[in-house]
């Protein structure tokens, strides 16, 4: 099996960074929800922290990985100005014609709000540390943002497949 360039960037873009995302989201998620005085030990609260730092920092680097490689590698090509590119042909069939001009022109945008809510999160988490456990309501709220940040990932990453299934990069 071989793979052409833009088909390697897409792989990387979708499957090996957006995979990141979602597994340190699930981990990060588990381990904000998690960090409450009733459910842990005094010994096992610096390393779920630790362990949370990781996580949280992670899927920050791994959201802006994948934003900035869809918007300066992946999304070039989308939008490339000859009539067999993904966008021409979206908008050659009236069909598909919205698949462009609401899927993917909401999909640009809306696609930079997951880097940036995850890096808030990350700060959170590292900014306050163990003392997290007992300030419920930053972790609450915490909890919201990481959880609006994988929904903005999860809109994007469907618009994103659907769009390539619709026109691929070829």
Known sequence: ???TDRE?????????LGALFLLGFAGGLEGL???????????????????????VVAMAVAAWGTVLTGTWIVYPWYREDIPESPRSTLL??????????????????????SPILAT???FIVIYYGTSLIRHDRVRRTTILLFVLAFVF?????LFGALITKAAPLL
């Open 92 to 113: 050659a069939d009236p069909a598909t014609e919205e698949w462009h001009h609401f899927g993917m022109e909401w999909k640009e945008h809306v696609a930079w709000i």
């Open 1 to 3: 099996m071989s793979l």
């Open 120 to 122: 808030v999160v990350a």
């Open 33 to 55: 929800y998690s960090l409450r005085p009733q459910l842990l030990r005094p010994e096992g609260i610096r390393d779920r922290a630790r362990r949370l730092r990781i996580g």
């Open 8 to 16: 390697l960037w897409t792989l990387i873009h979708g499957m090996l």
């Open 153 to 157: 990932a999860a809109i994007a990453g």
